[in-house]
Each structure stands twice: as structure tokens, then as C-alpha cells.
């Protein structure tokens, strides 16, 4: 089993920043790719981002490229969400996600934490 816990989320006005972090325990946090999914009022969870075990690759949603820069510390078993230029369509839960990488579902998952940007 992997436990996550989100912190980092709150209310920013429009165009500005926020990280959020994600902090696991339980297994081996380098076996794992991790990830962050959002879900808005009303729509169904998103993916937003993801990085490799080791950190050398990551992707994004296209709606967040270029704002959002995934990073993760394997020393302190975190990974991160740095989110700049935010847009009130940024607003929703986000979630942090761990999947081993040889895996294609995403098993584990945070609790969420509340992101809302005010226009």
C-alpha cells in the first residue's frame, strides 16, 4: 500500500502561484511514477500531470502546459506541483496519484486538496 497526502491547495487570485506537494509513505516512492488529476464541479477527473520514477520525463495536459512544472524529491518521498498563471478554469480538487511504472491504472490516491482561483 502507498498513502498520499496532498497539502499546498487554497484561494489565489488570478495569475498567481501556488505548489502543492504530496507526501508518501508505505512503499518505496522510487517504484512508483506519481501523478496529479484534478476534478472541477460537475466534470469528471482530469489528468494534469505525471513524472517517471526517476524524474527524467514528465507530461502534462495540454491545458496546463507551460503553467504547471511537475518535480518530485525521491530524499524526501514528495512530489510537487508548481502552479503559475493560474486561471479560474484552474479551480478544482486536485489529487495526487502513484502508479508503479510498469503498471497502466493508477491505484493509489490522495485525499485532494481544494484549489480555487478567483477571477
Known amino acids: 500500500q502507498v498513502q498520499l497526502v496532498e497539502s499546498g491547495g487554497g484561494l489565489v487570485q488570478a495569475g498567481g502561484s501556488l505548489r502543492l506537494s504530496c507526501a508518501a509513505s508505505?512503499?518505496?516512492?522510487?517504484?512508483?511514477?506519481m501523478g496529479w488529476f484534478r476534478q472541477a464541479p460537475g466534470k469528471e477527473r482530469e489528468f494534469v500531470a505525471a513524472i517517471t520514477w526517476s524524474g527524467g520525463s514528465s507530461y502534462y495536459a495540454d491545458s496546463v502546459k507551460g503553467r504547471f512544472t511537475i518535480s518530485r524529491d525521491n530524499a524526501k518521498n514528495t512530489v510537487y506541483l508548481q502552479m503559475n498563471s493560474l486561471k479560474p478554469e484552474d479551480t478544482a480538487v486536485y489529487y495526487c496519484a502513484a502508479r508503479l511504472e510498469s503498471g497502466r491504472m493508477w491505484p493509489y490516491w490522495g485525499q485532494g486538496t481544494q484549489v480555487t482561483v478567483s477571477s
Open positions: 508505505g512503499r518505496t516512492f522510487s517504484d512508483y511514477r
